[in-house]
């Protein structure tokens, strides 16, 4: 988590870590496209205060392991965030769209 261009807390404290980090979803129509597999560990994730104005953010990977997008919907949470099943309305926020390097072949002898 980054507030106003600091990170704040440890890898995943206020982030849900997923079960599959680093793979994409084979199934879209699956209850884990909504904040992927694993996502269910929101009861062991904490929350952090952040004022109004704040500007909020958070890294990722600097390697894409797959072309396509890499994007992020947070959902707006009545309640408690740790009981939170992920089914409600979400937002887009970022969006990037990873292409493969483009390698060169050599001639074959």
């Avoid at 992020?72 to 408690?80: C, D, W």
Wanted: with cysteine; glycine share 10%; proline share 6%.
């Amino acid at each position: 988590l980054i507030i106003n261009g600091k990170v704040v807390g440890e890898l995943c404290q206020y982030i849900r870590k997923t079960d599959n980090f680093d793979l994409p979803l084979q199934n879209v129509n699956y209850t884990n496209m909504r904040c992927n597999s694993g996502a269910a560990s929101g009861a062991n994730t904490l929350t952090h205060t952040v004022l109004a104005g704040s500007e909020v953010g958070f890294g990722v990977a600097e390697t894409f392991s797959h072309p396509g997008p890499q994007q992020a919907y947070p959902p707006r949470v009545l309640g408690l965030v740790s009981e939170y099943d992920d089914s409600g309305d979400w937002t887009k926020i970022y969006s990037l769209v990873s292409s493969p390097p483009i390698l060169s072949v050599g001639a074959i002898d």
